[in-house]
């Protein structure tokens, strides 16, 4: 019976939004489920029956869609921009080559939506997987960014992830983009990395691994790597500064 309810309940909540997003493809009754499940076990610990109790339900299952599907100020498309490709040495596809599958999900949020949900919620942070985020706005800490991201994102399975495109005063924007790390753990893409860059730097990046290299079109590049994820930064051709836009993701373990 209390299933019911909490089923109801979160499936009133939904009902409201639906007319002010789009689902992809079709309004799917597993993600449907999936996402009521969510949040009945990450937020709904309590009954709220009151005014205040209702916009906090509200905050609730807005900041599970926050997590899960990446509000931003711009509409979430896939992203469709391709890598290097293979390598020869490794025989494994480069991680960042592979583009989103139709299994792949989207989400388009209206903009009143948009800051609705980050009023409630006071979202300063932007996942980039399930297990990192990054401050939405670098320029606080970092002079040399202009602005807020332009912001692509795919959730594959119970993954999320994000490439966030922070603008510069000078020069190209940062990239900051999240992959599987498809080689299966840390030592091994640590290995087919520099077999793939042979003349990369090896470098710490809050407790991580993190290869420098130069890619093929000359331009330096950064990967922190992990057992599930793997991280890129480029664009700016200033390792420094790419460094330091490393520094400022946050880590959960």
Known sequence: MKKQYESFLFDDELKRLDSDFVWSGANNPELKAKLIKDMNKR????????????????????????????IVNQEITFNHNSGPGSSADTGREYPFAIAPTDGDKKMTFTVSEQNLIEGLNGNQFLPLTNDSTIPRDLS??????????????TKKNDLILVQATYPVKIGKPIIVRAAENTYGSTHDAEEALELMYPKSEKISISNRVAILYNSSDGESELLIIEDEYLYLIKGENNESALIKVAKQINFSN
């Open 43 to 70: 937020h709904l610990k309590s009954k709220f029956t009151n005014p205040l109790g209702y916009i906090l339900r509200f905050s609730a299952v807005a900041t599970v869609l926050l997590i899960v599907f990446i």
């Open 140 to 153: 606080k800490e970092l002079t040399f960014i202009s602005g807020k991201p332009k912001i692509v994102a």
